[in-house]
């Protein structure tokens, strides 16, 4: 694990011991409703086993109260936003996409490990590494859409990679969560291989994060 992870998974654990109670997560942020849906490219994990059974057997420890744990077809990695579907036109997603398409083709697919557990006020996420490669892609993609806006939108800094895996359903106390996490930080992580980034329409339903996929762009095509 490199220092820019292990200082990152530390700071975070250590914020975590002096959390009093969850923040809720499901606010809405600006611009969101329950009837709009945002463009945005993520990273999905279909078809990986190994990352299912991981999640499956954590979920299975962390259900307590406060926790909405994410089904297995809504983990995501965000990767970078495009904008409110009703704000980007059909013409400017097209070219995003071509531009996108064009620069990651000479990408190799991303071999990622996925774990330990990451906590935070507002979720449980997995530590994805190595951060690198995910930012070299988010850098590609972020390239693409300045191709083809003057502005990108989203900062280029202050981007962690991460997976959640159970968000903050209210202001649940912290301290039996934490009681568990002390028996997850020590598993083994879960191997990915990731050969595509998706495009998606996603919506907020029922405590859940859900898409329609819009386009893949291939890497190493």
Known sequence: MSSRELASLHQRWAAYQDLPELTNHWYWRPGWRADRQFYTWHLTF??????????????????????????????????????????????????????????????????????????????????????????????TIRGAIGSVWQTVPEASDGFRPHVTIAYSGGQAPTGPIRTRLNHLRHQQPARVTIRQASLIALRREHRNYRWTTVATTPLGA
């Open 46 to 139: 279909e078809h990986q086993p190994e990352l299912h059974h991981l999640v499956t057997d954590v979920q299975r420890q962390l259900a307590l109260p406060g926790l909405d744990s994410v089904p297995l077809d809504g983990l995501h990695l965000t990767m970078q936003g495009l904008g409110f579907t009703d704000e980007v036109t059909i013409r400017d997603l097209e070219a995003v996409v071509a531009e996108t398409r064009r620069r990651c083709a000479g990408l190799p697919p991303l071999e990622l490990l996925l774990g330990p557990v990451d906590p935070d006020a507002e979720g449980i996420g997995l530590l994805v590494r190595p951060w690198d490669r995910v930012e070299h892609l988010r850098a």
